[in-house]
């Protein structure tokens, strides 16, 4: 089976003593979507933020190509290609975000980059 792009692992994070997401897992393969949908409040955007390091994990992992990125600083997951890019698509207006993995376009964040120092440490799976 092939190593995962991105999965989350029982997650649970939030902001100071406030806990948003509880038990939240789940496992993109490499060339696979994800939706994240539902009402206002639900925690559609401290997913993203938390994915981009942004939130107080309590519990669980967060895995990026097989790496453990949990506690990895906002600025370095960003240099592997996790963002946020605001959606502002006609009917699509309305869309909390998106998250995107660029790690696999030429000339963005693709393997030169990673060359360059900016590899996650593998961590056990």
Known sequence: MAESLLAIEDMRAGYGPAVVLDGVSFDLPPQGGLAVLGRNGVGKSTLLLTL?????????????????????????????????????????ERVTGTCRSYGDVPGYFGESRFSEGHEFRRGKA
């Not at 453990?68 to 605001?86: L, Q």
């Open 52 to 92: 981009m390091g942004y939130t107080r994990v309590r519990r669980g992992r967060i895995l990026w190509r097989g790496a453990d990125i949990t506690y990895e600083p906002p600025h370095r997951r960003a240099r592997a290609g996790i963002g946020w890019g605001n959606s502002r698509l006609g009917a699509h």
